[in-house]
């Protein structure tokens, strides 16, 4: 277990003396909230399994900014939150059902951390992945068309570099654009370990090689611990995921016609050959002698 930090309290005509449990944000390490309990201690709500802060029972203070209101679907109707987020990194820690001095405080699962480190792993993600105050993750990416597959070329501050598949075969170029676009989007939720395609949005520059996107429930120090893991991997090719949700430097789709995975590029295609009389069906590989097709 992690060690916690502890702020002593005294006051002068108590001699009583209170300690009190510092907790911080999990993604980014900012101090969040201080609590007179452990917050393992405190019930857990039912619907989402965060921890239910009773405010005439005990001593706290929240180090939270006020973010948006938010309408909830659960199973008996809806359900309005206003959420306290983090002030450093704006993603949302803490919701109360009221706008002011609520009797309840839940703080979300898994948001916070008695470690100010213990998500960073000491490491700082770059600008380009940045987190919103609705909770979502945006991600600047620019994308090269070329090669017969997906790839993850560079991560900086400035954007995610993504190889995409060159689709130029198929002809048509709306059907081009449109396969390179599922492409991109298929090798991102792989790579990412997303559960649903859902989960990924472009939120500026659909038909532009420079695109933000919006990601939903994932925290900023995953996508890029996910994204280096990949672009580190050996094997420079698409990525697909294992039923675990590991990314795995296993083929992603391969361009049609290629003789060999070695070597890239238009002079490796096959060149088809005319049907004669002699071998109706060039493309195939020979059969034994005497046996028939």
Not at 4 to 18: G, I, L, M, P, Q
Not at 137 to 162: A, F, H, L, Q, Y
Request: with cysteine; net charge positive; charged share 30%.
């Amino acid at each position: 277990m992690p060690k916690r930090s502890t702020h002593t309290y005294a006051s002068e005509e108590n001699e009583d003396v209170t300690q009190l449990l510092v907790y911080y944000c999990l993604y980014c390490g900012e101090t969040a909230v201080i609590l007179d309990s452990a917050l393992e201690s405190l019930p857990k709500r039912k619907t989402d399994a965060s921890a239910v802060l009773e405010t005439k029972e005990h001593m706290f203070k929240m180090m939270l900014d006020k973010g948006e209101q938010k309408l909830i679907k659960r199973k008996n109707g809806y359900e309005r939150q206003f959420r306290l987020n983090c002030k450093k990194c704006e993603l949302p820690i803490a919701y109360q059902s009221v706008k002011d001095k609520p009797e309840h405080i839940f703080m979300l699962d898994g948001s916070l951390s008695a470690n100010p480190k213990v998500s960073m792993k000491q490491v700082e993600v770059p600008r380009c992945i940045q987190p919103t105050t609705s909770g979502d993750v945006k991600m600047k990416i620019r994308i090269t068309v070329e090669g017969p597959r997906c790839s993850i070329v560079d991560i900086n501050d400035d954007c995610v570099k993504v190889t995409v598949k060159d689709c130029s075969y198929l002809g048509d170029e709306e059907m081009v654009e449109k396969k390179q676009k599922e492409l991109l989007n298929m090798f991102l939720q792989k790579t990412l370990g997303l559960a649903s395609k859902d989960q990924i949005k472009v939120d500026m520059g659909d038909n532009m090689k420079t695109k933000i996107l919006l990601l939903k429930e994932i925290p900023p120090a995953t996508i890029y611990d996910r994204l280096q893991e990949v672009m580190n991997q050996k094997t420079k090719m698409g990525f697909v995921t294992a039923p675990g949700g590991v990314a795995t430097a296993e083929l992603f789709e391969r361009m049609p016609g290629t003789e060999s995975t070695d070597t890239y590029g238009t002079e490796n295609l096959r060149k088809r050959q005319k049907p004669t009389k002699e071998n109706p069906f060039p493309d195939q590989p020979h059969l034994p002698s005497g046996a028939k097709r």
